[in-house]
């Protein structure tokens, strides 16, 4: 059975940090990783996608990498900001997806 | 991009009654859409997969008599909770796969969640 781990489960920084967010996973035979936003309240906004072939995908200031054979992906945010705080959920795909629990970013002003 | 609209985003309803969320992929087909619950502080629990013409199919421990699954066009599948209590109030989320190609290319759309306040 495939779980995903996401640490930290929370994060706070100051405006303007970079900061790495990290997802694990148990079983590599994934079709795909995806990295969503969730606003309170709110339903999941897709931020990346990386194909089980890829290593990485680029987004603005945002960075996610994938390495399938040791079971792990990093979600870089450059130069945070005040409108990035959120959970960012990972989920990995095979036929469905099985999400981590999240890690939830406040960046201060 | 893909969009997926969900309606209502927020039901407030009482005990006994039934309540249907709708989801609808606004500018692809979707043969497979899925449901989700979450609850506070908590990530997505996967309800059922939902399938375009046919049965959907319901995760273990999920009452498929209480939580019923139309999935009758490539563009639309519905979610009625039926007869309604406090402990179904939660936050249900609905999904589809988009993209083409293999399945390494399909990506999720989520559509806005519904809030179900059942009193």
């Known amino acids: 059975k495939q779980e995903v781990t996401q640490i930290p489960a929370a994060l706070s920084v100051p405006e303007g940090e970079n900061l790495v967010l990290n997802c694990s996973f148990t079983?590599?035979?994934?079709?795909?990783l995806q990295w969503f936003r969730q606003d309170p309240g709110k339903g999941l906004t897709s931020l990346l996608l990386?194909?089980?072939?890829?290593r990485e995908q680029t987004s603005g200031r945002l960075n996610a990498s994938l390495d399938k054979s040791s079971g792990r992906s990093t979600l870089y945010i450059a130069a945070s900001q005040p409108g990035d705080s959120a959970t960012y959920l990972c989920a990995v795909s095979l036929g469905r997806l099985t999400f981590g629990e999240g890690t939830q970013l406040t960046v201060n002003p | 991009g893909a969009v997926v609209s969900q309606h209502p985003s927020w039901v407030i309803c009482k005990s006994g009654t039934s309540v249907k969320i709708e989801c609808r992929s606004l500018d692809f087909q979707a043969t497979t859409m899925f449901w989700y619950r979450q609850f506070p502080k908590q990530s997505l629990m996967l309800m059922a997969t939902s399938n375009e013409g046919s049965k959907a199919t319901y995760e273990q421990g999920v009452e498929k008599d209480k939580f019923l699954i139309n999935h009758a066009s490539l563009t639309l599948s519905t979610l009625t909770v039926t007869s309604a209590h406090p402990e179904d109030s939660s936050f249900y989320i609905c999904s589809a796969r988009s993209g083409t190609g293999g399945f390494g290319d399909y990506g999720y759309t989520f559509g806005s969640g519904t809030r179900l306040t059942v009193v």
């Open positions: 079983d590599s035979a994934i079709y795909n």
């Open positions: 990386i194909q089980s072939s890829q």
